[in-house]
């Protein structure tokens, strides 16, 4: 098989990630998985990508980073820091991981080259996200280049979701059949709750909001 024609997923068990594995799966003969354990207080999430990987026969491989922690203080990987209910005025807000993105295309791309894989898939969005800098297109665009210049190796990376709001992606859930399993067994929750999580953090309330907006259109036409 040329390995142009697979990809490697970065798959987190949440929403995005897991709408976009199933993307790769529709355009990608081969798909592979990657998955980090980085100190998030929502551990289950690595146990939710490596169970949804299982099932639909993807190779999935978690990786250790415990330098966020040691380095970064932000509320995903801090016992004692409170998630942000609102984004605040002019600032990050405190689930932002710095360099998370970064490190986890690196990861992958290393991965990817060993299995001689030239295709990434992320399920970073600019359209609806909470101001992370590494969720925009340009940063993708640059690192795709700083990859390659790294390795000299051809790498594209794929980012379905990049101009899609929350509403627009699970409507791509639906039309890619699995509307009812993105739904029920992903979490995007910060506080780790599966599912329609705990309804209170800006990814529960983004998540809610374009999901009763899909299913009322859907149900008007």
């Not at 100190?39 to 990786?63: D, R, S, T, Y």
């Not at 984004?87 to 710095?98: C, D, M, R, S, W």
């Not at 705990?198 to 998540?207: I, T």
Request: charged share 25%; net charge neutral.
């Amino acid at each position: 098989m040329d390995m142009k024609e697979s990809a490697v997923v970065l798959l987190s068990g949440g929403q995005d990630s897991t709408t976009c594995l199933y993307w790769a799966k529709k355009h990608f003969k081969k798909v592979y998985a990657i998955g980090f354990r980085y100190g998030q207080k929502h551990q289950q999430e690595n146990e939710i990508a490596a169970q949804i990987a299982k099932e639909e026969g993807v190779p999935f491989q978690l990786c250790e980073l415990d330098l966020f922690k040691q380095f970064t203080h932000n509320s995903l990987t801090d016992e004692n820091m409170i998630v942000d209910t609102e984004k605040p005025e002019g600032a990050l807000p405190n689930t932002f991981v710095p360099g998370r993105n970064m490190l986890f295309l690196g990861y992958a791309a290393v991965y990817a080259y060993g299995l001689g894989v030239h295709n990434l898939v992320t399920g970073v969005g600019q359209a609806d996200f909470s101001g992370y800098p590494d969720c925009r297109n340009n940063f993708i665009k640059s690192m795709n280049a700083t990859l390659g210049l790294a390795m000299d190796y051809e790498f594209e990376i794929h980012t379905p979701l990049m101009w899609l709001n929350k509403e627009q992606t699970w409507e791509m859930a639906d039309q890619l059949g699995v509307l009812d399993k993105i739904r029920y067994r992903t979490m995007t929750c910060y506080n780790g709750i599966i599912a329609d999580g705990c309804g209170n953090c800006p990814a529960c309330k983004l998540r809610r909001e374009g999901l009763e907006k899909y299913l009322k259109r859907k149900a008007n036409k």
